[in-house]
């Protein structure tokens, strides 16, 4: 992991939207050690959150889709989000809808929610809007803790 890192952090901004995309769909990874190292070096906070919140989006999106295209089965075995992940997901979708998206960010949880929101078909607009500010928030505090450690 600690290669995939470094390798991404060389690539700059190229490589924190791949790594974002692979910390957004339900690949276990962490875009914000990239962020962080590529803050740190000196690279622009604006492009960093640019290019790391469109990435984790991306990757949200991803996952929005294969819940919308897929079974429950096919979330189970390819996916391998745990069915009490999922069903968790589900009643919260079920009671909040697109709104949900704001919470895409949780590790392991996110990932869950996003593939609930395609799988219950929630309204696209909404749930994208949603999942972009709760990514860009999320980004944006990354950026500011690292800040405080400069």
Do not use: H
Not at 10 to 26: D, K, P, T
Not at 121 to 148: D, E, H, Q
């Amino acid at each position: 992991m600690d290669s995939i890192i470094s390798l991404l952090t060389e690539w700059g901004y190229a490589g924190l939207f791949i790594g974002a995309i692979l910390a957004g769909s339900v690949l276990p990874f962490n875009s914000e050690t990239v962020m962080a190292a590529l803050y740190v070096a000196g690279l622009s906070p604006f492009w960093l959150l640019v290019w790391g919140s469109l990435g984790n989006i991306v990757g949200s999106v991803i996952n929005y889709f294969i819940g919308r295209m897929g079974k429950m089965e096919w979330v189970e075995k390819y996916l391998r989000i745990k069915r009490e992940k999922l069903d968790r997901a589900q009643r919260w979708v079920s009671k909040y809808g697109p709104w949900m998206g704001l919470l895409a960010w949780i590790p392991l949880l996110g990932s869950a929610i996003t593939v609930a929101l395609g799988l219950l078909r929630s309204n696209m607009p909404l749930t994208f809007t949603a999942i972009s500010i709760g990514k860009i928030v999320r980004y944006a505090l990354v950026l500011y803790g690292t800040s405080l450690f400069l």
